[in-house]
């Protein structure tokens, strides 16, 4: 993870964009394209940051940091892990975009989950910030980043340029995580 993204971790504990995924899925529909950045205090970040795919993240770093009995030095724990919202063309992809729409339509109480259904896949980059051997602690940093436009949405047709309905609309999720054990 890159010194900006654990700087825009600090910087957006308090500042945050707080649309919601049916915001931000209208907003591309519209055409509204552009970029959104979000912290911590958005439910969006925050389904993220407890969502199944995070937790195995963070269990894969604290069993990174619990090996070494506390002592790693923080820069030696991190990289990127992508999400992939399914395997293959978009043959094979097509029970997960009905999971997608079913969710998205009933807001994850049928289908799939939000907002995995929104955002589908993303890449996910993590770094340990700091460790406390004394305290069993360490804090890492994430961020994630997605891109959602008909590529994402069809797995067939390009991306549109900005200014049209459904033009691309790029999204960054940020948050810091302590883990005491």
């Not at 995924?21 to 950045?37: D, T």
């Not at 079913?102 to 807001?107: F, K, L, Q």
Request: net charge negative; charged share 15%; hydrophobic share 35%.
């Amino acid at each position: 993870m890159s010194s900006g993204a654990i700087a825009g971790c600090d910087d957006l504990k308090e500042v945050t964009d707080n649309l919601g995924w049916k915001e931000l899925l209208a907003a591309w529909y519209m055409g509204f394209g552009g970029s959104h950045s979000f912290g911590i205090s958005s439910l969006i970040t925050r389904q993220l940051a407890t969502g199944p795919f995070n937790g195995k993240l963070l269990q894969e770093v604290s069993r990174s940091v619990a090996e070494t009995g506390y002592s790693v030095s923080p820069e030696k724990v991190g990289g990127s892990r992508p999400y992939v919202d399914g395997e293959g063309g978009w043959i094979q992809k097509l029970p997960n975009f009905t999971r997608d729409v079913m969710g998205m339509a009933t807001d994850g109480a049928a289908g799939q989950g939000t907002p995995d259904a929104f955002l589908g896949s993303f890449n996910e980059v993590y770094q340990v910030l700091n460790v406390n051997k004394e305290k069993r602690e360490f804090t890492v940093a994430f961020a994630a980043f997605n891109r959602t436009g008909t590529a994402s949405l069809t797995h067939i047709a390009p991306d549109l340029p900005q200014g049209l309905p459904m033009a691309s609309l790029d999204q960054t999720y940020y948050w810091v995580t302590t883990v005491t054990q």
